[in-house]
């Protein structure tokens, strides 16, 4: 939106932090129920203040998925232990996924837990799936889950590859127990404009987890933990 209730520099060291570099705010057209908006464009190259980490965001290509079918993702500071630290404000993320990745809020948030185990689908659940994707789409929901290639959230993507068409499928996941997640890095003097686009290898390594190509977006939230301790 164009006014956010957070502090103005917050916002400018999350969006260096994620490293987005140097931008600004520019006007987008009307959404067509009369309200304004704000989007953040980016350019230049990532500069983090001093004492922020460069964390980076872009877009990464799956190898079983079509080359132009690029999924968002955005590795974040989390610091869960620290609630002072203003960088932990959810309205942050929110702001970046409205300002960067220009998603509509949405009328309904569905959020899915589950086991990381893998299971067979019966005919009951290939139909509660698909009724699970048509109400998402009529009613403009996102759906959550934990992000990666196993179990209920693997079966979630599968739905939506299947039944979901564009439906935001945003997965949350641990940056620390990602495999080959130094593929998703973006160092500090490299041109990010929000669309690099990364290829990771498809055997993970032992503790570590995979991202599941068929969600659309990714929130990595990095609280400085190995696989072993996330």
């Known amino acids: ?35 304004k908006m704000k989007f953040f464009n980016q350019h230049g190259l990532c500069e983090c203040p001093e004492g922020v980490a460069g964390l980076g965001f872009g877009r990464v290509r799956f190898p079983e998925n079509e080359p132009s079918d690029l999924k968002s993702y955005v590795r974040i500071p989390w610091s869960p232990d620290d609630p002072s630290n203003s960088l932990n404000d959810p309205r942050l993320v929110l702001h970046f996924m409205q300002s960067v990745w220009k998603l509509d809020i949405p009328r309904f948030l569905i959020t899915i837990t589950g086991g990381a185990q893998d299971f067979d689908v019966s005919d009951d659940i290939e139909l509660i799936l698909n009724d699970l994707m048509q109400f998402a789409r009529r009613t403009h929901a996102w759906i959550l889950t934990g992000g990666t290639n196993v179990g209920i ?37 490299e041109r990010n404009v929000g669309y690099l686009t990364r290829s990771p290898v498809q ?15 990714f929130i990595l939230a990095d609280a400085g933990a190995a696989a072993s301790d996330a």
């Open 203 to 217: 055997l993970p390594r032992t503790g570590a987890v995979r991202l599941d190509p068929n969600h659309s977006h």
């Open 1 to 35: 939106p164009t006014t956010l209730p957070v502090d103005p520099k917050t916002v400018e060291t999350f969006v260096l932090a994620t490293g987005g570099g140097v931008g600004k705010y520019e006007d987008q057209p009307s959404n067509g129920r009369g309200a």
């Open 153 to 189: 959230m693997k079966l979630i993507g599968l739905a939506r590859r299947r039944f979901g068409g564009k439906i935001p499928l945003i997965g949350v996941a641990q940056w620390g127990r990602l495999t080959h997640k130094s593929l998703l890095e973006v160092q500090q003097g």
